[in-house]
């Protein structure tokens, strides 16, 4: 009798989740695409190191609930991302299981194990968000006279400008841009979103000037890299942590902050907010799916908490002695 077992059917699976499933059935975007396939490229050159096969040699048997529990830990251990990151790749695991699932129900146990593996809680610290002394030290940092300096001050005033994502400024193109007129850019936010923001007068003629020194055509990058490609979100942020270093010179406390684009974008929303902006156009402003993701901001500005407190009076508390505890009440008490 033959065997009836499957023949390995992973790098078949895999293509499959990719051109039929992303691609073909759900549509879903290029960067979508993009992460889900690092994801896979990091998890098959860390199942090849330890089960010593290629990867059109691993069989689905092979990606067991340990296994990717031990790629799990390495993304934290060995490659440092946070642990959204990797509930972020975990994510993209599961969806390839969820698909695996109908197609090669013979691996069901296995599917199943790893599904029955839960994404890890983390903690959510408060948003960091600068004041608008120090963003404004950090869009006079550059050098304007040079090309690089240029481009990053036109750069950090249509992020600041727009509160726009790393990924929607560098995916910026010159007609992009509508600088006559009602000036506004358009952006192309997550989840195929389109978004369309106005543009204050100072960041019409920052990017005015820098489109007249590039002469970039309207299909180029509107902020490119040597080379006339788009910037990458290290190079983005790279330059950012240059500018920051520089204007630590006029704002000193800079010097202790741990500045990112995301934190420009935090910043352009707390303003707005301290400003009387209702928080649904402000969810509005940065392409959030939800007014309910917009309410972190309100959580993170202490000042609207203060004039909140100082609005309602504060109860007449009666004095009592203190007496002490039960000996059992006080060893809960002190854990």
């Not at 889900?36 to 290629?54: E, V």
């Amino acid at each position: 009798m033959k065997d009836q077992s499957p023949k390995n059917s992973f790098p078949t699976l895999l293509q499959q989740f990719f051109l039929d499933r992303l691609i073909q059935q759900r549509n879903v975007s290029k960067q979508t695409v993009a992460a889900y396939r690092d994801c896979f490229c990091l998890l098959l050159r860390f199942a090849q190191s330890h089960l010593g096969k290629t990867p059109e040699l691993i069989d689905m048997a092979d990606l067991d609930a340990p296994l990717i529990l031990a790629f799990l830990d390495n993304l934290e251990s060995e490659r440092h991302n946070k642990i959204r990151t990797r509930n972020a790749r975990f994510a993209a695991i599961r969806s390839f299981m969820h698909f695996a699932a109908l197609k090669e129900p013979t691996v069901l146990p296995v599917i199943q194990r790893v599904l029955a593996i839960p994404m890890k809680r983390f903690d959510r610290p408060l948003l960091g968000f600068l004041s608008r002394d120090e963003v404004q030290a950090i869009l006079d940092a550059p050098d304007t006279t040079t090309w690089c300096g240029h481009r990053d001050r036109a750069m950090f005033s249509m992020l600041y400008n727009t509160g726009g994502r790393v990924s929607e400024i560098i995916g910026l193109q010159v007609d992009d841009v509508l600088l006559d007129g009602c000036a506004a850019v358009r952006i192309h936010g997550k989840g195929r979103k389109e978004r369309s923001v106005p543009l204050w007068r100072n960041t019409v003629a920052e990017t005015r000037r820098w489109i007249a020194r590039t002469g970039g055509r309207p299909d180029q990058p509107l902020f490119s890299g040597w080379a006339g490609t788009r910037m990458t979100r290290p190079a983005v942020t790279a330059r950012l942590q240059l500018a920051v270093s520089s204007a630590a010179k006029v704002c000193p406390q800079l010097a202790q902050r741990d500045v990112t684009p995301h934190t420009i974008r935090h910043s352009t929303a707390m303003h707005m907010l301290q400003a009387g902006v209702d928080i649904t156009l402000i969810a509005l402003w940065l392409g959030h799916e939800s007014p309910t993701t917009t309410h972190m901001y309100v959580e993170a500005d202490l000042a609207m908490k203060e004039r909140a407190l100082s609005a309602v009076q504060a109860p007449h508390l009666k004095k009592s002695r203190y007496r002490p505890s039960d000996r059992v009440l006080h060893f809960l008490e002190t854990l």
